[in-house]
Nanobody
Framework: QVQLVESGGGLVQPGGSLRLSCAGSGIIFSTYTMGWYRQAPGKHRELVASITSDGNVNYVDSAKGRFGISRDSAKNTVYLQMNSLKPDDTAVYYC????????WGQGTQVTVSS
């Protein structure tokens, strides 16, 4: 059974940083494209960052220069380093593994507020 478990969310002031982690079991992350999505209240879920099995990374324009996605294959964990956070980054962040189907974690809340 595939399980993705996110952690690292919380409340942070504008300009602050957070690192989200996604630990997996049941699949090998390095063989899948891994993505971080977010969904703010009243908005559609959007892809924030992704990393392919080859290590190619992509970011939504609003995250470029501020967020970094990485993968630790030994720990089967994917990270999202978020810097210079803004109130617009407030959302539930989801980890996803994309293969012949798509698997999701339960999400972790990120709130950026003073």
């Amino acid at each position: 059974q595939v399980q993705l478990v996110e952690s690292g969310g919380g409340l942070v002031q504008p300009g602050g940083s957070l690192r989200l982690s996604c630990a997996g079991s049941g699949i090998i992350f390095s063989t899948y494209t891994m993505g971080w999505y977010r969904q703010a209240p009243g908005k559609h879920r959007e892809l924030v960052a992704s990393i392919t099995s080859d290590g190619n990374v992509n970011y939504v324009d609003s995250a470029k220069g501020r967020f970094g996605i990485s993968r630790d294959s030994a720990k089967n964990t994917v990270y999202l380093q978020m810097n210079s956070l803004k109130p617009d980054d407030t959302a539930v962040y989801y980890c996803s593994a994309i293969g012949w189907r798509q698997w999701w974690g339960q999400g972790t809340q990120v709130t950026v507020s003073s």
